[in-house]
């Protein structure tokens, strides 16, 4: 019985691997610190687990009522020095070992690397959850919606809140390091640096409202000098009002609620609506909500809002 179990348990953990039960491949060195965290602890555990059911299972068979009469006591014992010193030592000295090594570990996860450390002076990057989508601003201005692109092997320090007519949201990337809540009017800070280029999914992790579900994030990760092209050209982009930030933003903040061709969900339809082709009209509502739509866009520049508002105008981008 013993031996099925010991059999059981490794071959669990394999099928949990491939099936997503398993923590995510690290991909930042943050993340791989959190990773060597929930390893050592797993050893811990996993002994624990192991040595508390094999002996439940042991005792049920070497302590079975046998040929005892139903009517007679067992064995009675009082005490047991060496036993108690044992099981009171020994859990110390587990907890004493994961604490230590947590603690170790610990600064690899939290501080934000300096600007001489490996990865350079990190690329700041200021988080923002809203319902229900995520925002994006970079120290040069440029805004994105959802997805956000970063530099491999560079510092990201993330600055991660919410507005204070918002509600707590989750910034979470897996691959990328730990969860961190954006809470309205606070700011906690995280950082990663992407090991290798690529896009690394992650999800909301904080139930804020009927479309947390779908408040996905994503960081997109691309080669340094591809990234400052792109920031650059971003910034005219959107100084100039040419960039897809209206699009994206359509995508991000309106799209989830009013469906992606505006055909409605569980909003009104948007497509076709001369309220939403209206930028004033538009601007009004985005800014202030109206009944159960919360106040989306109350604190986004003027420049997004323009963008949307275009967005909108031209008939959800179809130029119609
Ligand atoms: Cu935002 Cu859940």
Known sequence: MLLVLVLLVPAGAAVAANAGFAP??????????INDSYAWVAIFTGAIFLLVQGSLLWFIYRYRRGRRPRGEDGAQ?????????A???????????????????????????????????????????????????????????????????????????????????????????GKFDAIPGETNESWFRAERAGVYRGQCAEFCGIQHAVMTAEVEAVPGDEFDEWLESEAEAQEAGESDLGE????????????????????????????????????EIVRNGRGEMPPIGQDWEERQMAALTEYLQEGLGSGG
């Open 248 to 283: 994206q933003t359509y995508a991000a903040a309106c799209a989830k609620c009013h469906g992606l061709a505006g055909q409605g969900d569980i909003g009104p339809p948007l497509a076709g609506s001369a309220l939403a082709a209206d930028p004033e009209l538009a601007e």
């Open 77 to 85: 014992v009082h005490g047991n020095t060496n036993l108690e010193l």
């Open 24 to 33: 995510v491949e690290p991909e930042s060195p943050n993340a791989e610190a």
């Open 87 to 177: 099981w009171t030592i020994a859990p110390v000295l587990i907890l004493v070992a994961i604490g230590s090594f947590v603690f170790y570990k610990l600064p690899d996860i939290k501080d934000i690397p300096s600007a001489s450390a490996a990865g350079g002076e990190p690329v700041e990057v200021t988080v923002k959850g809203y319902r229900f989508y995520w925002q994006y601003t970079y120290p040069n201005g440029v805004i994105a919606m959802d997805r956000m692109r970063a530099p491999v092997d560079r510092n990201v320090s993330l600055a991660i809140t919410a507005p204070e007519f918002d509600v707590i949201h989750s910034w979470w990337i897996p691959a990328l390091g």
